[in-house]
């Protein structure tokens, strides 16, 4: 019960963080030039924080304002392990076979 009473206040108060927060600006962005054109259906959402806890709140966050969008975002935690550093390999390992089209890696540098 207290469980789901923190996640009925956290989630919310980070979707409305994400909503109000001041012009957001990209400071490094890839884009692969083979990809072809179009949107992005199953994605696996990881988050960099100091905790597990952290970790799981930023990534379900992104997830369901994903879902919002029409993508299937899977958090990282459901397939990886806190306990252990990620590594490439140990992402390419986790998506095989399970059809995702993108890997998205965020992380929180500041909050104005």
Request: aromatic share 6%; with cysteine.
């Amino acid at each position: 019960m207290k469980a789901k009473l923190l996640w009925c206040l956290v989630v919310p108060t980070i979707l409305a963080g994400i909503a109000c927060a001041a012009k957001t600006t990209l400071s490094n962005v890839w884009r692969s030039d083979s990809y072809p054109s179009g949107t992005m259906q199953r994605i696996l959402v990881i988050g960099v924080a100091e905790t597990e806890s952290g970790r799981r709140s930023f990534e379900d966050a992104f997830a369901a304002a994903l879902a919002g969008q029409n993508a299937d975002a899977v958090p990282s935690y459901q397939l990886l392990p806190g306990s252990e550093r990620l590594s490439r390999e140990s992402i390419e390992a986790a998506i095989r076979g399970r059809g995702f089209q993108g890997v998205l890696v965020t992380r929180l540098l500041a909050v104005d």
